[in-house]
Structures are given as structure tokens and as C-alpha cells.
């Protein structure tokens, strides 16, 4: 292995992957796998985490299916212990749960907002710190990746009042954080991908008129694929990222560069 590929190798990494059932989650834990890592995802169907558990096997990777409800601090607090028992260390955290509720503005009862505020910045708030608190501040080293979206710097014209809102809050807290807790060696960066097709936004993606009316707002003629993600986390996670901290890298084929 020369010099270059040590530095994208996640080899003897531990990873931890809120939300790491759904589409992207499960591709970014993949993605960690193939590049060396062990990971622990975070859902609620352990269904939906058997194909990662069955290419871990493949692979002679240790995956754990942690069921977490990430808006509860004493769960979160069990889980870092099984964590600290199976893993030891967490080098690496990826923030990749969230939600959308699709209403119009004038709709949106706070009941609803506060849902998806809870969980797109309260919830990924508390698992960071738990996260930083136990393993990374300690080692002082580690990675933070939090999942944002193009949509945290561009509007839309319906039913992303509370997302847009959250996602943008996700952005400053990445830079803050990554002010913060620099001192410590750690990293702390966001990803904020346009649409990739996921069983969450399918329906969306399935309409003809919609999906053209996306394509054709984007340079490069297409949606996001999830390895488009995932290797961007890779880079992330990796050593090869060393000196990139407080950033926010679009994956977006070119759409926030389009006016």
C-alpha cells in the first residue's frame, strides 16, 4: 500500500452511523467496510440492516445493529457503553438520520416542526456530544460527519419550511463544532447531497415531471447515486482529510453553483 492509499484507508477504524438502515447510511457503512473499517449503524428495523450485516460477514467486518432512540439521552448513553465494550474507541461518527415532513408552511403546527427539529439538530447535538464526551475528546482524535443537504442553501416552493430550516442549522453547527473542538484533533465536516434515490423520496422520483424538472436544474444531467455519498464520506473519515475541518462539501452535480 503506498503513501496515497494509506491515507483514504480506513483500516482499524470504528465507525458509528446514526441512521445507518436507510439508503444513505447503508451505502456510507458499506463504503467503510470495503475501506477497512468496522461499523456500528444505528436503526430501528433490523431487516432493513441485513444487507449490511450479511456483506460485513462477507467482507470478515464487524457490524453491530444498535437499536437506539436517539432522541433519549439514557439510551444514547447505553448505547456509548456498548459501544465502549465491542469497539473500545469511535473514531469515526456519521450523523446520517433525519426526516422530512412534507406540508405547506402555512400548515406546519409546531407539533410537526419541533418532530423533525428534534431529530435533524436536538438529536444529532445529543449523540455528538455523547460521542465526544466518552471517546474522542479523550483520544483527542476523531471524525465527525453530519449529513446535511443542498436544500440547507436553496429553497423550494412547497413543503421543506422545517427541513431547509434544520439542514441550515445542521451547516453552522458543523463549522462551529469544528471551531470548537479543533483543539481537540477533531474534525468536524457535513455533506449536503441533492436528491440520491432513496425508498424515503421514491415517490417523489418516480414522477416523470418532477424528476425532469430536477435534471434539468442540475449541470450534470443527473440525480445523486448513493456511492456519490458515500465515497465523499469516505474522504471524510479519512486521513486524507486531515486538515479539512468546518466544511461543508455539496454533492450535488453542480446545482448550487446554478442560479
Known sequence: MNEYEKLF????KKAL?????????????RGFMLMGADVAIIG???KKAAPVLTEAKSLGRT???????IRKEGEIEEMCDTLEKEFGQVDILVNSAGKNILLPAEEYKREAFDDVLELNVTALHMVTIAIGHRFMIPS?????????????????????????????????YT?????????YGINVNAIAPT??????????LDDPAFFKSLTDRIPL?????????????????SDAAGFVSGQILTVDGGLTAKQ
Request: glycine share 12%; aromatic share 8%.
Open 221 to 237: 444531467g443527473r440525480i445523486g447515486q448513493k456511492p456519490d455519498i458515500a465515497s465523499a464520506a469516505i474522504y471524510l473519515a
Open 140 to 172: 483527542r482524535t476523531g471524525k465527525i460527519i453530519n449529513i446535511s443537504s443542498v436544500k440547507s442553501f436553496i429553497g423550494t416552493d412547497k413543503d421543506y419550511i422545517a427541513y431547509c430550516t434544520t439542514k441550515g442549522a445542521v451547516n453552522m
Open 175 to 183: 463549522k462551529q463544532l469544528a471551531c470548537e473542538w479543533g483543539k
Open 9 to 12: 484507508s480506513l483500516e482499524e
Open 63 to 69: 457490524c453491530l445493529f444498535l437499536t437506539c432512540n
Open 195 to 204: 436528491f440520491v434515490r432513496t425508498p424515503i423520496n421514491s415517490f417523489q
Open 17 to 29: 452511523i446514526t441512521g445507518g438502515t436507510g439508503g444513505l447510511g447503508s451505502e456510507i457503512a
Open 44 to 46: 430501528s428495523d433490523e
